[in-house]
């Protein structure tokens, strides 16, 4: 199993930049994919962004493409999100997510077993 813990929430002016990182411990020895959902106040939990066990393979949803970039050290079991130019419509609570699967591209929320707890990002002026 996974357990994921998530850091670097805060609040933010619009157009700054935050990094989210999400540290993972467990059965980190086994190939694991990793990336980000989020879900806003009222909202329904969506899909943000997903990496490949090796980092070499992401996906976006089209919200953030150009603006998020997802990333993981594996030496350090750690894997981030940093993101540049945020509005207010990025206001959400974040999660980071895994699975022991081989397929980064899945975007629904039953396609990844674990969870960290979330972080509050909040883009406001």
């Known amino acids: 199993q996974l357990q994921l813990v998530e850091s670097g929430g805060g609040l933010v002016q619009p157009g700054g930049s935050l990094r989210l990182s999400c540290a993972a411990s467990?059965?980190?020895?086994?190939?694991?994919?990793a990336g980000w959902f989020r879900q806003a106040r009222g909202k329904e939990r969506e899909f943000v962004a997903s990496i490949s066990w090796d980092g070499t393979g992401t996906y976006y949803t089209d919200s953030v493409k150009d603006r998020f970039t997802v990333s993981r050290d594996n030496a350090k079991n750690t894997v981030y999100l940093q993101m540049n130019r945020l509005k207010p419509e990025d206001t959400a609570v974040y999660y980071c997510?895994?699975?022991?699967?081989?397929?980064?591209?899945?975007?629904?929320?039953?396609?990844?077993?674990?969870w960290g707890q979330g972080t509050q990002v909040t883009v406001s002026s």
């Open positions: 467990g059965r980190t020895y086994s190939h694991y994919i």
């Open positions: 997510v895994a699975d022991y699967s081989s397929a980064y591209h899945y975007t629904g929320s039953d396609d990844y077993d674990y």
